[in-house]
T-cell receptor, first 112, second 111 residues
Framework: ELKVEQNPLFLSMQEEKNYTIYCNYS?????LYWYRQDPGKSLESLFV?????AVKQEGRLMASLDTKARLSTLHITAAVHDLSATYFC????????????FGKGTTLSVSS | DVKVTQSSRYLVKRTGEKVFLECVQD?????MFWYRQDPGLGLRLIYF???????EKGDIPEGYSVSREKKERFSLILESASTNQTSMYLC??????????FGPGTRLTVL
């Protein structure tokens, strides 16, 4: 059974400091996705990582994928309040219908 | 932009009622999904469909059924709503790279 584990599950951040969220998965896959969810809202796609070594950046967020280590990281540079949200990683199982397996999510809270 | 719409943002139903949740996508995606999201449990896949009239059970299909008569529309049906089906329901469709695009969600309360 494919498992996707995120850590930490909760992260209290200070403004202007850097942080990293980790997403580990238990089986071979080279497709990984990051989503953001604001309270009471739906999920918004952030990054699509489709190969080993893929790196994507948007503003203060940078995501990378190491398929050999079965690990993706979401790095936050100089945290700001607007980044407060829950972040999910998801892995492609390559099964029929291609359902993704989601991690439990990491809730970030930025305080000044 | 991909757009996934859901028929209701908030819905209140009574125990035993039949409930229909509708989802429509406008990007000609083959795959569509229904999830429920509960605090502490993350997203759980109920059903998905990879073609018209095709459906596959996800992790928690009990108490639910689905219908996909047209490519753009995927409906979730609660045959007899129960209080433990109170939840946020999220519909999604996926692109060729399997990136899933989510609708705004339906918060269902069953009394």
């Amino acid at each position: 059974e494919l498992k996707v584990e995120q850590n930490p599950l909760f992260l209290s951040m200070q403004e202007e400091k850097n942080y990293t969220i980790y997403c580990n998965y238990s089986t071979t896959s080279d497709r990984l996705y990051w989503y953001r969810q604001d309270p009471g809202k739906s999920l918004e796609s952030l990054f699509v990582l489709l190969s080993n070594g893929a790196v994507k950046q948007e503003g203060r967020l940078m995501a990378s994928l190491d398929t050999k280590a079965r690990l993706s990281t979401l790095h936050i540079t100089a945290a700001v309040h607007d980044l407060s949200a829950t972040y999910f990683c998801a892995v492609d199982t390559y099964q029929a219908g291609t359902a993704l397996i989601f991690g439990k999510g990491t809730t970030l809270s930025v305080s000044s | 932009d991909v757009k996934v719409t859901q028929s209701s943002r908030y819905l209140v139903k009574r125990t035993g009622e039949k409930v229909f949740l509708e989802c429509v996508q406008d990007m000609d995606h083959e795959n569509m999904f229904w999830y429920r999201q509960d605090p502490g449990l993350g997203l759980r896949l109920i059903y998905f469909s990879y073609d018209v009239k095709m459906k596959e059970k996800g992790d928690i299909p009990e108490g639910y059924s689905v219908s996909r008569e047209k490519k753009e529309r995927f409906s979730l049906i609660l045959e007899s709503a129960s209080t433990n089906q109170t939840s946020m329901y999220l519909c999604a469709s996926s692109s060729v790279y399997n990136e899933q695009f989510f609708g705004p969600g339906t918060r269902l309360t069953v009394l």
